[in-house]
């Protein structure tokens, strides 16, 4: 048993067997007051036997016929559950056709072919020992006619009668259950599972109807397509003849279930624990119900009431124990125990016999506040036993309080409906008993309401004026008030234009955006005034101005046809300067209940000048009137005469009624007041009733003054009760009032939420399980359940840090959850608590769980030190969150050159214990980037990289010398070459003699050229001289020809081997011919000139200069030569890095040589 508690475990985790602690176990609790004992607790070990072997026959069954597979399952504590799969372990297909019963068993309405199959495997799964059990595999071949009529051939004569007869339809017969009728015995609260099964072709329908009555609605639910009947929550009312009709084509069957529900005992009135002083009198009541009747016995600490010591002040009779004149010496704790057939129901109660003279828990002296005319409460928490009577004084000698001007709580709270300025002072509250008495003092203090004198008022302002609204304010000298302006319900602008005084706010240079309501709000400890204002911002009128402004107020309100229910209200209307009246608001005045208070009654048109109003009784009323336009509103009318309506019976009830427990032994009843002219006449007061629900008790009621709260003590925990509040005055009561469902009042859940598991999804996310609680142990509304959590530790540091425990609510009854974001390779625990209204039940047993390795993060700092000529040292830290074990290190590296390009990437594995590396038979002055990251199991982390530079080889390169002035502290260094490490040495020579320094740099990269002056590369002028030379021979030639008559070899040619596809040169234009085939519409042959679009297109030659040109079209200048630029090679090579492909286009050196 665990020290300072009275939870037994029972661990067997270390040795031991279950069937030894197998028994039933009780509980007692005991002091020198008496002795509680708990109900009987059954501890039963889990079992999950092997199936039986059995031989089982193959299943040859005709086409059409029903079939039933047995399942047997073994028998085990708690039953298994059973499912049919097969070999591939998939669960087999269920329908109307081929269903499962409740027993296990397969049944076949009817076998089709495809039914045939060697695998039918029924399986039980025994979830408390997590075992899963096979049976052995049931082999089924269904013979189709077809195939039964070939076999019968096969072996008679041709002379022989044969033929198996065709697939037969058949009427409905039931597999389950058999014969007509049968009877089910179910326990109240269960449960109540009916199944109907049956065979037949077609496949029957079946449906179910209760003999005498209809099946419950919200209650009733079909499975197993609707073979199975499902009522949830039976009670003896569910009692009856239930009829399962299976139907198809040929006919029906039908089975009759005759249900009787039973019921394990359920309390009506539980008993409850009395506090008694000596001399008193009391009850013990135990009643509770069942099917069959309950037997009632009594215990006295444990023991039979029959051979418990004897007690003079105590008597039995059945359900109840009667105390007559209590000693101490009587104090017990009794227990009642209620039994029948199907269980048993124990209750402890503890009897206290306390002799306590008077106590007052409230503070002496204590202050209370409050506004004029509104209520004081003043406590007087007291305890004692017998129960002190409480009694009130004003002042220290003064008289006891009584009158109606005064409302007495039953827990010692004296009320002051309407505070006056006179009832401030001292009061004293007293409490007696006969063991003694006690007084305590409080301080009343009634203060002046806080009023605004000068309200702000409507204001019309052009655009760019400034407007002033004012709100002078009266309060009491001892209250401190603040004042606060809103516009539009929000915060004024923050905007240098509006300024707060003390009694004023003013908008300097009104735009549109201040068009709005203004509300001055005048805040004390206290209580809290209000009062608004519309400004309307109007751009400034032409000349002459039309001015529009509110109406004026009607005038000359009179009152005619008074009734006790309604009178009419007619007035003349004002002036409605110039902006024509929309409609008129109709307010009234309370006299009699709330004087100087305006209420909104209705509106009518603004045509309309007479109303009829409706009225409440025991109401003086007046009434006055508001015309509003499209500027605003006008100012109230003056009042009309008063007319005080007849007192009545209250209409109505108060709203809002509820029921809500603020401790577990009462309940709290709240409800909305009537308003002053809804009481319809003198003496309000409510009559408060309850009763609880679900329990043959009568109601309980109580009248109570005009206040808005009863409280209920002594209450079970968390129960419901029924609840109602009717109003009342001196002339009678309200109508029946609607009931409403309250409950007493919560308690922390009893237990914690059982079998939690733990299901780990990665290395940052696990899903835990629980078993729900027993609704009855939340002692509440159930809100939810809280998962606590917490690291315990890395299991790569194995290092302990301090435990931040992290929570997580799931809402509702939920059985499971997830917990994202944890840290991988870790270990952790946590509990579930489940919660109520009232707070958090204990937590459940601390649950280890640990999650996998992950990646491990960055290395936590790469460094690079030492360059040489080939070799660079790197030194990292390991990764800051491991997240597993480091398996090595991957490091990868890269040249990069002149122009940012990217050289062949290499890579290195390093073991996990290194934390440094020389890297060896590096280049020169050549800049690496390094790539660096660390590997687990999982995989590899993130990498972080770097970049450094090998220094330059001093052997190879000669100094350059710069003789620098000796005033100068600078000097440039040009003609350098880009991405290229540089050592430089300053030396000074004095007379001391020479001293220097020296450190290295790297220039930046070059940048990259997109465009090549053409014009001043030496091969181009030489190939341009080369052109323009064979161009001025090939003029003289042709000149020399022409003049000559001739022809020029090209043109002797042509005319030798005429081609009739070739076109001759064009003499009219000067231009060549296009060459093209005889219909003038064929595309160019391979090889053919160029088109007259002076394109070069790559598809029409093999040998065009667009290949030299790098895809870009060549273009001819006006003598027809081609300008461009020789690559120096046929074909592209392939970009390496980000080295750029792209050569100067021939446009680029047109326009360069141009």
């Known amino acids: 048993m665990k020290p300072n508690s009275g939870t037994l475990v029972i661990n067997i985790m270390n040795g031991g067997k279950a069937e030894a602690y197998e028994g039933v176990y009780q509980c007692t609790a005991r002091n020198e007051r008496g002795a509680a004992i708990s109900n009987n607790i059954v501890i039963r070990p889990s079992r999950s036997p092997l199936w039986t072997k059995e031989k089982l026959e193959p299943n040859q069954v005709r086409e059409g016929d029903s079939l039933v597979l047995h399942c047997r399952p073994p028998v ?122 049956a065979a037949g072709l077609p496949t029957p329908v079946i449906h179910w109807i209760k003999e005498g009555g209809e099946l419950p609605a919200n209650r009733t639910f079909f499975e197993n ?43 009506i009135t539980a008993p409850r624990n009395l506090v008694l002083s000596p001399g008193e009198d009391g009850t013990l009541i135990c009643r509770a119900n069942g099917n069959p009747k309950p037997n009632i016995s009594w215990l006295a600490n444990g023991v039979p009431i029959a051979i418990a010591p004897e007690d003079p002040s105590r008597k039995v009779d059945g359900d109840t124990i009667i105390f007559s004149h209590v000693q101490e010496r009587s104090s017990a704790v009794y227990q009642c125990n209620a039994s029948n057939e199907y269980g048993y129901l124990l209750a402890n109660a503890f009897v206290n016999v306390l002799a ?167 805040n004390t400890t206290l209580d809290s005034v209000s009062a608004s204002a519309v400004l309307t911002v109007v751009a400034a009128p032409p000349t002459p101005a039309i001015i529009y402004a509110r109406p004026n107020p009607p005038f000359d309100l009179e009152l005619t046809g008074q009734l006790e229910r309604s009178v009419e209200l007619s007035w003349i209307p004002g002036d409605e300067n110039n902006s024509p009246i929309t409609n008129f608001v109709i307010e009234y005045e309370d006299g009699l209940h709330e004087p100087g208070v305006w209420n909104y009654q209705t509106e009518v048109p603004g045509t309309q000048t007479t109303v009829q109003l409706k009225l409440s009784p025991y109401v003086n009323y007046s009434f006055r009137v508001i015309a509003v336009n499209e500027i605003g509103r006008s100012q109230p009318s003056e009042p009309s005469e008063q007319y005080l309506t007849k007192s009545a ?27 002053g002219f809804q009481s319809n006449g003198p003496g309000l007061q409510y009559k408060v009733s309850w009763r609880q629900k679900d329990v043959d008790d009568e109601w309980t009621s109580v009248i109570v003054a005009n206040v808005s709260k009863y409280i209920v003590s002594g209450t079970p925990t968390f129960v419901p009760y029924e609840i109602k509040v009717q109003a009342l005055n001196d002339l009678g009561y309200a109508p029946e009032p609607s009931e409403v469902i309250g409950h007493s009042g919560e308690d922390l859940p009893m237990v914690a939420p059982g079998n939690v598991q733990v299901h780990v999804i990665n290395s940052t996310l696990a899903k835990v399980h629980w078993d729900p609680v027993p609704l009855k142990t939340v002692r509440g509304h159930l809100q939810g359940y809280k998962v606590y959590y917490w690291k315990v530790q890395s299991l790569s540091r194995r290092s302990r840090r ?78 800051t969150h491991p997240n597993g074990v480091l398996t090595s290190y991957i490091l990868k590296f890269q040249p990069i050159n002149n122009t940012h390009e990217l050289g062949p990437l290499v890579e290195i594995r390093i073991p996990a214990n290194e934390s440094s590396l020389i890297l060896k038979n590096l280049n020169y002055s050549t800049r690496y980037k390094f ?95 080369a052109v323009a030379l064979l161009i001025l021979i090939l003029l003289i030639v042709c000149f020399i ?26 003499e009219d234009d000067g231009t060549f011919g296009e060459y093209s085939d005889a219909e003038d519409h064929k595309p160019l042959k391979k090889g053919s000139r160029t088109p007259s679009d002076r394109t070069v297109k790559k598809e029409d030659s093999d040998d065009s200069l667009v290949d030299y040109g790098e895809g870009v079209n060549g273009q001819f200048n006006e003598d027809g030569s081609f300008i461009g630029q020789y690559s120096g090679k046929k074909e592209k090579e392939p970009a390496e890095g980000n080295e750029s492909s792209e050569a100067p286009s021939p446009v680029n050196a047109m326009n360069s040589f141009v």
């Open 1041 to 1066: 020809r022409r003049n000559k008559g001739g022809k020029y070899p090209v043109k002797e040619k042509e005319d030798a081997h005429a081609d009739p596809e070739i076109q001759p040169m064009k």
């Open 802 to 879: 301090h435990v931040e425990k992290k929570i997580l609510t799931f809402r509702g009854n939920k059985t499971f959850g997830m917990l994202p974001g944890l840290e991988p390779y870790s270990s952790y625990k946590l509990n579930v608590r489940v919660v109520n209204g009232k707070g958090e039940g204990p937590a459940s047993p601390d649950k280890v769980f640990k999650t996998p390795e992950g990646v491990p993060s960055s290395p936590s700092f790469l460094k690079i030190t030492n360059p040489t000529l080939d070799s660079l040292t790197l030194e990292w830290g390991s990764p």
């Open 356 to 522: 306590e003279p008077p106590r007052i828990l409230t503070p002496a002296n204590k202050l209370y506040q409050v506004i004029a005319d509104s209520p004081a409460l003043l406590d007087c928490a007291y305890f004692g036993s017998p129960k002190p009577e409480i009694e009130w004084f004003k002042g220290v000698k003064g008289s006891i309080l009584r009158g109606s001007e005064y409302v007495f709580h039953d827990n010692g709270t004296l009320e002051i409906p309407v505070a006056q300025k006179d009832s401030t002072g001292t009061y004293t509250c007293v409490a007696r008993n006969e063991l003694g008495k006690i007084q305590n003092e409080v301080q009343l203090e009634v203060k002046d309401p806080t009023m605004i004198i000068k309200q702000p008022e409507y204001k019309v302002i052009q655009r760019y004026g400034q407007v002033s609204f004012e709100c002078i304010i009266k309060h009491d000298s001892t209250l401190l008030p603040t004042v606060i302006w809103l516009k539009d319900n929000d915060e004024l602008p923050d905007d240098e234009r509006f300024l707060v005084g003390k009694d004023n706010l003013t908008i300097m240079n009104v735009t549109d955006k201040d068009d709005g309501t203004y509300t001055c709000i005048v």
């Open 931 to 1025: 790539y660096f990251n660390a590997q687990t199991s999982v995989g590899s982390g993130n990498q972080i990289t770097e970049e450094a530079v090998t220094i330059m080889d001093e052997g190879k390169e000669d100094w350059k010398k710069e003789i620098v002035n000796g005033s100068r502290s600078f000097f440039v260094l040009k003609g350098l070459t880009p991405g290229t490490a540089y050592k430089v040495r300053v030396g000074a020579e004095g007379l001391s003699g020479f001293r220097s320094s020296e450190d290295v740099f790297e220039t930046g990269p070059a940048m990259a050229s997109r465009q090549v002056d053409i014009a001043t590369q030496g091969w181009f002028i030489g190939l341009m001289c």
């Open 649 to 675: 019976n209250p209409d109505e009830n108060p709203s809002n009624v509820q029921g809500i427990g603020s401790e577990p032994d009462n309940l709290v009843i709240t409800w909305e007041s009537l308003k």
């Open 225 to 267: 397509f609707k073979k199975t009947l499902k009522i949830i929550d039976v009670s003896e009312a569910d009692s009856g003849n239930y009829k399962c009709i299976a139907r198809n084509i040929l006919g029906s069957a039908h089975h009759v279930i005759s249900v009787t529900v039973k019921a394990a005992p359920y309390w």
């Open 76 to 197: 085990g504590l708690p039953p298994p559950i059973i499912f049919w799969m097969d070999n591939a372990f998939q669960r087999l297909p269920q329908s109307e056709r081929v269903s499962q019963g409740l027993n296990g068993d397969l049944y076949f309405s009817n076998v089709q072919p495809e039914d045939t199959r060697e695998d039918y495997i029924c399986y039980a799964r025994f979830n408390h020992t997590q075992t899963i059990q096979q049976k052995q595999p049931i082999s089924v071949k269904v013979f189709s006619m077809d195939s039964l009529n070939d076999t019968i051939a096969a072996n008679l004569s041709d002379t022989d009668i044969y033929g198996a007869k065709p697939v037969t339809e058949r009427q409905p017969i039931l597999l389950t259950p058999t014969g007509s009728t049968s009877t089910k015995v179910e326990l109240r609260g269960n449960v109540l599972l009916l199944e109907c099964i």
